[in-house]
């Protein structure tokens, strides 16, 4: 074959894997050049969105996955350019699999493997759907403003991991929702709520699609990202949704409050929020430490010398007593409490997320003692024991 009777016969079978919804998955090697933009292998394969049939790229670099979900009538043309970055594809077909191989010209040859085993291209149903309180692919009016999604709801490259981020936190609040009160207004305080990536998830999760009536506040010290949010709040008419400049230890603007969520609060702003929903008789509490320099300056116990001496190990060590700490205090206080992984490791260090309900263990003369055991051997006077007291 030359090469136009080549190319004929590729646009020819991209005809009718575009028309015909016969495509299982393809799969592309081999890239023409070496780059960080062009991953090593890329796979295609439908799938089944709310929406309709949309036919997914996923494509790795740098040990991060991403996708790309491409309508029925872009299909042709985006394998077509996708291919002309690689050297190899495999198509699995209803009836037949199809290598194809470009040579150093970039002329294209099919090779026919025969019939395929029996098998259909029914579309799956997205896996990142059944995972993801917000799903890709649907448009979502906060995180288009946010710039997390393009009007068509398409997750933008560079805020992938906030993507993730955003739907790991909501899987966690899903977890609790049946432990928030019922049959009045909720109300809930976002300590150092920043950009409020998260604050918005919250509306949008409680009051848009479960319809709870809540009031959320979203409390920070800085008054331009306070004027940004708020803005955003009122383009989108959630009106029960307010921002405002203020500091944790400080605020006083409810005498009760249903839920707390304070994120990477640095150091003892953290104990602070923390205090502050003790106070408040919080049903539930979210926190994400940030900073913890506290204890760092206190741990001194000689038996542990090998593991102190080390800065780094103890840096990371007093974190984890820190956080320790304040779980053992909140079950002291009377909730359940649990330590989470809220976002993988390599994405951040500042993954670990506390989570509260109020309603935990009766013997709290028990865990008094097992605390006081563990802090003296420490030889730490921890910042919220302190306040609590």
């Not at 295609?44 to 991060?64: D, M, S, W």
């Amino acid at each position: 074959m030359n090469g136009k009777t080549q190319s004929a016969e590729w646009l020819a079978f991209l005809d009718g894997i575009a028309t015909e919804g016969k495509l299982v998955q393809a799969s592309f090697s081999a890239p023409r050049r070496k780059d960080e933009e062009t991953a090593k292998k890329l796979t295609v394969r439908p799938i089944k969105l709310k929406t309709g049939v949309f036919y997914q790229f996923e494509r790795q670099l740098a040990n991060k996955v991403f996708h790309e979900n491409v309508p029925v009538e872009r299909l042709k043309e985006q394998l077509q350019s996708t291919m002309e970055q690689y050297k190899q594809a495999l198509f699995k077909t209803e009836d037949a699999d199809v290598q194809i191989l470009a040579n150093k010209k970039g002329e294209l040859a099919l090779i026919s493997r025969g019939k395929s085993v029996k098998r259909a291209a029914v579309p799956q149903e997205h896996n990142r759907n059944k995972a993801y309180v917000l799903p890709e692919g649907e448009p979502v009016p906060f995180l288009v403003s946010l710039g997390v999604m393009t009007e068509e709801g398409r997750v933008v490259k560079a805020k992938y991991d906030k993507f993730r981020q955003i739907n790991r936190f909501l899987e966690m609040v899903s977890d609790v929702i049946s432990d928030l009160p019922r049959g009045k207004p909720l109300t809930i305080v976002d300590f150092g709520c920043g950009k409020s990536y998260l604050t918005f998830a919250l509306y949008h999760l409680l009051a848009i699609k479960e319809k709870l009536p809540v009031r959320i506040i979203g409390l920070d010290l800085k008054e331009d990202v306070i004027e940004t949010c708020s803005k955003l709040a009122k383009e989108l008419n959630w009106d029960q949704l307010t921002f405002m400049v203020g500091d944790i230890s400080d605020y006083e603007g409810h005498s009760s409050v249903d839920m707390v969520v304070t994120l990477h609060a640095c150091d003892t702003a953290t104990d602070a929020a923390l205090i502050k929903a003790i106070g408040w008789g919080a049903s539930v509490i979210l926190s994400v430490p940030c900073c913890q320099h506290e204890l760092f300056r206190q741990l001194s116990q000689p038996t542990l010398k090998p593991l102190l001496k080390h800065g780094i190990l103890k840096e990371r060590f007093s974190a984890l007593v820190t956080d320790a700490i304040r779980a053992n205090l909140l079950e002291i206080a009377g909730y359940r409490t649990q330590l989470l992984e809220f976002i993988d490791m390599e994405h951040t260090p500042k993954n670990i997320l506390i989570r509260a309900v109020k309603g935990g263990k009766t013997d709290i003369a028990e865990l008094e003692r097992e605390y006081e055991r563990f802090r003296d051997f420490l030889g730490v006077n921890p910042f919220m024991e302190r306040e609590m007291k």
